[in-house]
C-alpha cells in the first residue's frame, strides 16, 4: 500500500535551518502533485509547498517564501523540504501529503489522498 514517512524534524534556534525528507512508496507518483502542510496546535492545518513531480514546478505559501524550498530526488520517491532561517511562527508537525488533483499546484487540502503521519518542528525563539 502507499506510504508517505516524513524524517528530519526537531529542535532549532531561530534563524536556524532543517531539511524535511518524506519516503514515498506502494507506487508511482510521476503524475502526482506531492506538498507540505503544517499544522500548529489549535490551528488548522496550513499550505506549506506543492511541487508537481512531472515537471518540477513549484508554488510556496508566501510565508515560507525566499526562506523554504519544496524538491524531489532523482528518482522521484523522495519528497524535501529545505527550510531556512526559522521563526518561531514556523513551530507545527509537518506532512507531506501527495495526489492526482485535476488542478496544477494545489493548495487545498482536500486535493490530497496521501498523507504522512507528520514530524514535529520546534523553534526556540
Known amino acids: 500500500q502507499v506510504q508517505l514517512v516524513e524524517s528530519g524534524g526537531g529542535l532549532v534556534q531561530a534563524g536556524g535551518s532543517l531539511r524535511l525528507s518524506c519516503a514515498a512508496s506502494g507506487r508511482t507518483f510521476s503524475s502526482y502533485s506531492m506538498g507540505w502542510f503544517r499544522q500548529a496546535p489549535g490551528k488548522e492545518r496550513e499550505f506549506v509547498a506543492v511541487?508537481?513531480?512531472?515537471?518540477?514546478?513549484?508554488d510556496h505559501a508566501d510565508s515560507v517564501k525566499g526562506r523554504f524550498t519544496i524538491s524531489v530526488g532523482n528518482a522521484k520517491n523522495t519528497l524535501y523540504l529545505q527550510m531556512n532561517s526559522l521563526k518561531p511562527e514556523d513551530t507545527a508537525a509537518y506532512y507531506c501529503?501527495?495526489?492526482?488533483?485535476?488542478?496544477?499546484?494545489?493548495?487545498?487540502?482536500?486535493?490530497?489522498?496521501?498523507w504522512g503521519q507528520g514530524t514535529q518542528v520546534t523553534v526556540s525563539s
Open positions: 501529503a501527495a495526489g492526482a488533483s485535476r488542478y496544477y499546484l494545489p493548495r487545498g487540502t482536500s486535493e490530497y489522498v496521501y
Open positions: 511541487i508537481r513531480v512531472s515537471t518540477g514546478s513549484t
